[in-house]
């Protein structure tokens, strides 16, 4: 069983629900990353999801683009990602790590070397954010043979009669955007991503994780009492960019991550305990 | 040309899955997926549709003024003493350029599938004037996403847009260009997709849209092969245009593709030199990859991280080029070459100078790499160039590089 796949059953033996963080790899400080990590971790994080930063993130709202664009200044790179997880593996071997961002420094690098690398780094799976399964095939092939999950999108606009496709290619859970927009934009509506997520599961039996829009606690518990598991990106990017920004050091960061970790966590425990 | 020459071979591009032999394709969030469907579908049925090719074709003729002439430049010609040139006249389309031609057919597609709102990537301005004209004809708002560094080295065409209605959006992430202004129109379109029909001004992004402006830019390769015919008595040995995205190179060729005899080349921005790495020229100096929705030839670092480019022209300032660009260049059709910005301000100089005609930047590009190859043939052959949009846009930028006070 993957590793994914793992959480997801102990956290169903528990009715409990997945907290997803994001972060891009080496923001705000170019080597907190491990620790930040960890930090997550500590805060009750079940699964991270590692941004890979790319010069033209087409679907990044303001906040990770500037993530991106900070990290590109400080020379990270798709190579030094997979060497950050290779790190955190030496302290971390039940986290699952999923890299998140665009085909073409994958593509790039090559998806057979890709494969190869980031399985041996400890990476679980990859989201290629423009890469719908009508342009998968090639990437899905590598990943499977060394047993990493491909995470897809499934949007707002995304009609009944694909979601097969995009089921069939899938492997690990479903990634259900909550909202037309990108990462972090305005607000969403919580009856359209039930109503989503309910279509979504006649589809298949992978567990469902909704993402873009997630502010804070309150949000994150609302969207929980349909999905899986809750990402949470802008919120986190910007307020360790802000922690950063007003002349936070390296403990007030990762203390800041924990934090904002544990509030959502706890939230989206209340939430259950709440509906029990 | 070798036995590659069917063709059939050239007709039936792209294929289903929108790809150029590996390039192409749909390389999109989500989101977008159902849009596209969309917007292929309704261009599949319309494109079959006799109403709406005689609404395209009335457009093209009573408001844009087609066909444009192909005029013969004598003295140019007799200068170098080589090849007879000949100018596709697309500077006198309405609002200067060739872009229009396309606005006007995605506008039509827009009307018929009822979107209210439109947007549209610019770089040097022609793209984002012809999108707000007919926006203005059509009553639809338009919202024009432009570089910042662009939106100062075209403030000309910037004010137009804003006289005609649009809402000029500066971008300042990334390079502050077209690549960068082309990003920020796929995240407006991925947040307003139900309301919004995007414009995209070149044979670049997913699928169907290469397909789509080459089919509405094909009108200047059909009126040139025709016109030719009735003016030479012959088709033309070569061909020549300038490629940023490439949507004017592939108007012209397109329709001369199977025509074995007659040579292409596509002219890059050599910005500094090639040798310099300060160029937009992804063709002859990149290698494929994925940007902006398609697999294509790209500038890009050694870790698929896409590098800023450099040339003195807005409309080539691009670090990707069309898709059927990369086959045909694989394939051998066309042959990719660049010309320097000093190269093209020479070229600038000279059009003007000896012919009356004051052409584009983007566009002088193509004429400082005819005038090599012109010099390499005979009297009894002739050259087409492409004449993609007019100069008067540029004066400023040609008047600053010189160190003149206008």
Redesign the interface.
């Known amino acids: 069983m993957s590793r994914i796949a793992g959480v997801f059953q102990t956290l169903e033996a528990t009715s409990r629900k997945a907290v997803i963080p994001y972060i891009v790899a080496g923001d705000p400080i170019v080597d907190i990353t491990v620790d930040l990590m960890t930090a997550l971790v500590e805060g009750g994080a079940d699964i991270i999801e590692l941004g890979v930063p790319?010069?033209?993130?087409?679907?990044e709202?303001p906040v990770i683009?500037r993530g991106h664009?900070r990290a590109?200044e400080r020379g990270v790179?798709?190579?030094g990602v997979l060497e950050t997880v290779r790190q955190f593996r030496q302290e971390n071997t039940h986290t699952p790590v999923l890299l998140m961002g665009?085909?073409?420094?994958?593509?790039?690098?090559g998806y057979q070397r890709f494969a190869d690398e980031a399985s041996a780094a400890g990476v679980d799976a990859l989201l290629t954010?423009?890469?719908?399964p009508?342009?998968v095939d090639d990437i899905n092939a590598e990943l499977k043979r060394v047993g990493m999950d491909n995470i897809?999108?499934?949007?707002?606009?995304?009609?009944s009669s694909?979601m097969d496709r995009?089921t069939a290619q899938a492997s690990g859970f479903i990634y259900y955007?909550s909202l037309?927009?990108?990462t972090g934009?305005g607000n969403l509506d919580q009856q359209a991503v039930s109503e989503q997520v309910a279509e979504i599961r006649r589809h298949t039996s992978l567990p469902v994780c909704v993402g873009f829009g997630i502010k804070d606690g309150p949000s994150a518990a609302r969207v929980a009492r349909d999905a899986d598991g809750v990402v949470i990106g802008s919120a986190l990017v910007q307020r360790l960019a802000d922690v950063q920004a007003a002349g936070g050091d390296r403990v007030a960061i990762l203390s800041a991550a924990t934090a904002l970790l544990t509030d959502i966590r706890a939230h989206v425990d209340g939430m259950q305990s709440d509906a029990a | 040309m070798t036995s590659d020459a069917n063709p059939l071979r050239y007709a039936n591009q792209p294929d289903g899955?929108g790809r150029f032999g590996p390039y192409g394709?749909?390389?999109?969030?989500?989101?977008?997926?159902?849009?596209l469907a969309e917007l292929e579908s309704m261009y599949r049925r319309l494109s079959e549709d006799a109403e709406f090719q005689r609404e395209f074709d009335e457009d093209l003729a009573h408001y844009v003024g087609r066909p444009s002439p192909l005029y013969e430049a004598r003295r140019w010609s007799d200068e170098i003493g080589g090849a007879r040139i000949f100018l596709k006249r697309e500077d006198l389309n309405h609002t200067g350029a060739h872009k229009v031609n396309n606005t006007v057919g995605q506008a039509l597609l827009a009307k018929h599938m009822g979107k209210p709102r439109v947007i549209a990537e610019t770089g040097a301005g022609q793209h984002g004037v012809a999108s707000a004209t007919i926006a203005a004809r059509l009553g639809l708002e338009c919202h024009v996403f432009m570089g910042a560094e662009d939106v100062q080295r075209q403030s000309l065409n910037v004010y137009r847009m804003k006289l005609l209605g649009a809402t000029v959006v500066p971008v300042t992430?990334?390079s502050a260009t077209l690549?960068?202004a082309m990003?920020e129109a796929?995240?407006d379109w991925?947040?307003?997709?139900?309301d919004t029909f995007y414009i995209i001004g070149t044979v670049a992004g997913p699928h169907p849209y290469p397909m789509l402006v080459r089919d509405f830019q094909c009108v200047i390769g059909r009126e040139a092969r025709a016109q030719c015919l009735a003016q030479t008595g012959k088709l033309p040995d070569a061909l020549v245009a300038c490629v940023g995205g490439g949507s004017n190179a592939i108007g012209l060729f397109h329709p001369f593709l199977a025509d074995e005899s007659v040579a292409m080349y596509g002219v890059e921005a050599g910005g500094h030199g090639i040798e310099t790495g300060q160029h937009a020229a992804p063709l002859s100096a990149g290698s494929p990859?994925?940007?902006?929705?398609n697999?294509t030839y790209?500038m890009?670092d050694?870790?698929?991280?896409?590098?800023h480019t450099h040339s003195v022209s807005a409309g080539l300032d691009y670090p990707g080029v069309g898709p059927e660009h990369s086959w045909l260049k694989d394939i051998g059709r066309v042959d990719y070459v660049a010309a320097n910005d000093d190269e093209a301000l020479a070229a600038f100089h000279k059009l003007t100078r000896i012919e009356g005609i004051m052409p584009a930047l983007e566009t002088a590009h193509a004429l400082a790499y005819a005038e090599k190859l012109a010099a390499t043939m005979t009297p009894e052959q002739s050259i087409v160039v492409n004449l993609s949009g007019r100069g008067d846009k540029d004066i400023l930028t040609v008047a600053r590089l010189e160190g003149i006070e206008v």
Do not use: C
């Open positions: 790319f010069s033209d993130p087409m679907s709202g683009q664009e590109l790179r798709l190579r665009y085909a073409n420094p994958v593509e790039h690098m954010v423009d890469v719908p009508e342009e897809f999108l499934i949007a707002p606009t995304t009609p694909r995009i955007v037309k927009g990108v934009a | 899955e394709g749909k390389f999109v969030a989500e989101t977008l997926m159902a849009a992430a990334g690549k960068d990003n796929m995240r991925v947040t307003n997709v139900d990859g994925i940007l902006h929705g697999r790209l890009q050694e870790d698929g991280q896409i590098i």
